[in-house]
């Protein structure tokens, strides 16, 4: 089976490419790029005016399941990693059960590979049951296929624990995400401590939340060489301390989410929990700081920290609803709209952002375009412009606060193992689901 994709801007950062060229794949795998291929296919895309990336790897999703499948499942989350252009995903083991054994790692990626083409990559937990208190297992679990560790969520709130959990991690060799924010910092803060939050009369989350467990997590990760992650960064503090972290030479990765380098607290005027995340929207400085880490490099990643709740929870107010919103079909749009038509970032350092490196934290052969690779791409039209519909969602949480938002870049094809599994013509989209055999 040959899949001929063809005149397309090809970013592929690993052989640092930004051409048109030609992609041909054979059987799952490609076989070429280059500037022309006349070779006979199948099948022929024309990606003329599209960027052709590697798939799009997002380190922070939640899909629910299980404990939580009112909210999502493995199938719905899937489906909206495929609509948002994801081929492979690792999804955080706060559930119920949470993902802290290893037949719950098991059970995730069995469940995966019956509902979906999709790389589904589990993260287990740092501790059992997530209480903080009895490490888990991580040999075990880096065995039978968990890529990561992490009590996302939450942090471990007991430094004893958590550099223990490090010196762990380090001697297996299983990175740490880390979750960052000190609970006793943040008392019922429902929203960044501000004017804004004084205006609504929300009690506020400090930037110091975050910095002191980011402080703590880099000295710990360097007291015992850990591979240390950040999740969900928002704070200006947070970019500089990473820069310095990154200065010593020390194994310390950082993303950023496309909600917190899009949006400020001043976006909150009124009780809206679809605005409720955590961390919150922080100040336009904020913003501006983890720009410029994004651009200059401090920041590696960008995650969509994929948060769906069901309707009647974010129906709730701002201090009762829970925190989170959806990501997967929001990511692509507001990466292009947000910072590589601003000139933050260029289209190949998006690729890096969204593909390559996130392959390289979790030590997967991903994130490229070169000849001999499994055909996992992603293929965008920039230039579409259109509003932004939570009701076309494909997850089961409509929970955004992008809803009407104007924006450009759409996802047109996202292929896994050389078989499309997301397709989009003007007025039509098809998702494929994995064949399941039925029974007799």
Request: hydrophobic content about 40%; glycine content about 8%.
């Amino acid at each position: 089976m040959k899949t001929l994709i063809q005149n397309g801007r090809v970013l592929d950062p690993a052989s640092n490419t930004d051409a048109i060229r030609d992609i041909l794949v054979e059987d799952g795998v490609i076989s070429k790029v280059e500037e022309h291929i006349t070779e006979e296919a199948d099948s022929v895309i024309d990606a003329a005016g599209c960027y052709v990336m590697p798939g799009l790897i997002d380190l922070h999703v939640h899909f629910r399941e299980p404990g939580f499948e009112h909210k999502e499942t493995i199938r719905t989350g899937a489906r909206a990693a495929a609509r948002g252009g994801f081929t492979t995903v690792c999804a955080m083991p706060n559930t119920k059960p949470v993902i802290d054994s290893v037949e719950m790692v098991k059970m995730v990626i069995d469940k995966a590979k019956e509902v979906t083409d999709i790389h589904v990559l589990p993260i287990a937990a740092i501790t059992a049951g997530q209480d903080g208190e009895y490490i888990t297992d991580f040999e075990k679990l880096y065995a039978n296929g968990a890529i990561a560790v992490s009590e996302d969520g939450k942090s471990v709130m007991n430094a004893r624990v958590a550099r223990q959990a490090m010196r762990l991690a380090a001697d297996v060799g299983i990175p740490v995400f880390a979750h960052c924010e000190d609970k006793n910092l943040v008392a019922r803060g429902v929203m960044n401590a501000g004017n804004r939050a004084k205006e609504l009369g929300f009690y506020g989350i400090m930037n110091a939340v975050e910095d002191t467990i980011v402080a703590r997590d880099i000295l710990l990760a360097k007291n015992t060489g850990a591979q240390l992650h950040l999740c969900h960064c928002s704070t200006e503090d947070s970019v500089k301390m990473v820069r310095l972290a990154k200065e010593e030479g020390l194994n310390v990765t950082a993303e950023v989410t496309p909600h917190h380098f899009t949006l400020t607290e001043d976006a909150i005027t009124e009780d809206d929990a679809n605005y409720k995340m955590n961390p919150p929207l922080r100040t336009q400085k904020d913003v501006d700081t983890l720009k410029e880490g994004l651009k200059d490099g401090t920041m590696d990643v960008i995650s969509t920290d994929h948060a769906p709740h069901h309707k009647t929870e974010k129906e709730r107010s701002f201090t009762e609803a829970p925190f989170g919103i959806t990501g997967l079909e929001t990511s692509v749009c507001l990466t292009i709209t947000e910072l590589v038509d601003k000139g933050v970032l260029t289209p190949l350092q998006m690729a890096e952002r969204m593909s390559y490196k996130p392959a390289q934290i979790i030590h997967i052969d991903k994130g490229t375009l070169l000849p001999g690779k499994e055909a996992d791409i992603t293929i965008i039209n920039p230039n579409d412009e259109y509003e932004i519909d939570s009701r076309l969602f494909a997850s089961m949480g409509k929970n955004t606060p992008f809803d009407g938002k104007k924006v450009k870049g759409r996802v047109v094809y996202t292929i896994v193992g050389g078989k499309i599994v997301y397709s989009y013509r003007p007025g039509s989209e098809v998702i494929v689901d994995k064949d399941v055999p039925k029974l007799p």
